[in-house]
């Protein structure tokens, strides 16, 4: 534990280069099955292993991680709640996993998205989609066509500050199976692979922020 001793110290712990970043996700906590609830620590062996913790630390910025185990469902009243954060550098929506259908998840992707947007109409926003496609593919191309329409009707309304990146691209090419524990949540490997593919994007996304 470090604890400052004066505010100078703890002026120099706490100032991070940029703002809070905040992230709109699911977050896999645990598994359950048709005998039992049952905790799944081998997704990370530790918080900073999930991919939001390593970014941020990359990127030297704070962040508030509003991921939630199979309940992030893109409900209009938690976009007003996070619209309502006064301050973020940036703004990730990661929630395709949790959508019962993507029927639901086209009822209420791009309403969730217009509200962030108007009440921050210069923060940057990063879409991404379920990066575990192998098992249901055909599921996944239709939640990720969702998520990329909600990219590209942006673009076409002249909003240059959004960003897209396809969840099948986040495992790589090569030993995919081997980045989750059930080929589902993601292990230390998926989230350092996802880390290394979000990072470019979310520099990118800070450059002018």
């Keep these: 534990m470090l604890i400052a001793q004066d505010e100078s110290i703890l002026s120099l712990i706490s100032d991070y280069r940029c703002k809070s970043n905040l992230i709109y996700a699911t977050l896999f906590t645990y598994k359950e099955d048709d005998k039992e609830r049952m905790k799944n620590y081998a997704q990370a062996p530790r918080p900073g292993n999930a991919y939001t913790s390593i970014v941020s630390r990359w990127l030297?910025?704070?962040?508030?991680?509003?991921?939630?185990?199979?309940?992030?469902?893109?409900?209009?009243?938690?976009?007003?709640?996070?619209?309502?954060?006064?301050?973020?550098?940036?703004?990730?929506?990661?929630?395709?996993?949790?959508?019962?259908?993507?029927?639901?998840?086209?009822?209420?992707?791009?309403?969730?998205?217009?509200?962030?947007?108007?009440?921050?109409p210069d923060v940057p926003v990063l879409f991404l989609s379920r990066p575990d496609t192998d098992a249901e593919p055909e599921d996944s191309i239709r939640r990720r066509d969702v998520v990329c329409a909600t990219y590209e009707a942006a673009k076409r309304r002249g909003d240059e500050k959004v960003w897209f990146v396809d969840g099948h691209e986040l495992f790589g090419k090569i030993g995919r199976s081997e980045c989750t524990v059930d080929g589902c949540h993601p292990n230390t490997l998926g989230f350092l692979r996802m880390a290394e593919r979000i990072y470019p994007v979310m520099q990118e996304m800070l450059k002018n922020v």
């Design 60 to 120: 030297d910025a704070d962040y508030r991680n509003m991921g939630f185990s199979g309940s992030a469902r893109g409900e209009e009243d938690f976009a007003e709640y996070l619209a309502g954060f006064p301050e973020m550098s940036l703004f990730v929506m990661d929630y395709d996993h949790n959508s019962p259908s993507p029927e639901h998840l086209a009822e209420t992707h791009a309403p969730f998205f217009e509200i962030i947007r108007k009440a921050h």
